[in-house]
């Protein structure tokens, strides 16, 4: 139960992330707001764990699992989803994103063992109407192809993360070993890139608050994704996160009325997409 509402409060948590990253983006880059998601973790995170999870106490296979997991999410899954949001907007990003459950029922039947039932094949067959949903949505939403093409690489990334994060969360038997990686990881592979494409980072001190926003919550929901797998198995787990995008749609209706039209196909595929998620992780 309390891996349940971890879980829950993942899924807020980044659901306010991404509000607060498109609010961000108005005035700061998206390699600088994608960073600022990851570096406060980081340097909140490490020092941390080192008084109360030290690393020297868990096996160099745990952490290379754990530092693969953190290449996949957030270090990829996360940059692919921010730049989905750059380009067509929070709304119709967010169901896209609700996909992820589906490819981690898939990576979790095939290394973990799970089985498909009729149940999850019902929940695919939603799932993928919801995209078509979405796909097909009224003159006014503003899609592209690349954004869709970078939500969907971000929620097939997001579904693998989540299986290794559990595999490698249960050997460190630490939540915080876990976070403080992938935020490490992330911030290190954002840097790089920084480097390698001559991209400016802003310095923190010219930071506006909703890149501050996105820090917090995104420090906080990554502490939660852990946690909850540490506590819950991902079955479980994926399909409460992946109501985020409901979350989502409800704050991108509340904070960003001035800055995207959140259509009713939108709010269809949306709810389509989460209700075959759960199907497909609780089949």
Do not use: C
Not at 160 to 174: D, F, L, T
Not at 239 to 251: C, D, G, K
Not at 272 to 283: A, F, K, M, N
């Amino acid at each position: 139960m309390i891996g349940g509402i971890l879980a829950v409060l993942a899924a807020l948590s980044f659901a306010l992330t991404l509000i607060a990253l498109k609010k961000a983006l108005q005035t700061t880059s998206s390699l600088t707001v994608t960073i600022a998601s990851v570096a406060p973790a980081a340097i909140i995170f490490v020092p941390a764990v080192i008084f109360l999870a030290p690393p020297h106490m868990v096996s160099l296979n745990t952490i290379v699992v754990l530092i693969v997991a953190g290449l996949m999410a957030p270090t990829s899954a996360r940059f692919f989803r921010f730049m989905a949001v750059d380009k067509m907007g929070v709304a119709p990003a967010a169901p896209i994103g609700g996909t992820s459950a589906l490819f981690s029922a898939v990576i979790a039947a095939a290394v973990l063992g799970e089985v498909i039932t009729v149940q999850i094949g019902i929940g695919t067959l939603a799932v993928v109407a919801g995209v078509i949903i979405l796909s097909l949505g009224e003159g006014k939403t503003q899609l592209s192809k690349a954004g869709v093409t970078m939500a969907l690489i971000s929620a097939v990334t997001f579904g693998g993360a989540s299986v290794a994060r559990k595999i490698g969360v249960e050997a460190a038997s630490s939540p915080l070993l876990g976070a403080a990686i992938g935020a490490t990881v992330a911030t290190i592979s954002y840097a790089i890139l920084a480097s390698a494409t001559n991209q400016t980072i802003d310095h923190p001190r010219s930071w506006n608050r909703f890149t501050y926003a996105t820090a917090i919550f995104s420090s906080v929901s990554l502490i939660f994704i852990f946690s909850a797998l540490f506590l819950e198995r991902v079955v479980i787990v994926q399909p409460l996160l992946s109501t985020s995008p409901l979350y989502q749609l409800l704050f991108s209706w509340i904070f960003l009325k001035k800055v995207e039209h959140v259509s009713s196909s939108i709010v269809i595929a949306g709810i389509t997409v989460v209700l075959g998620s759960i199907l497909v992780v609780t089949g």
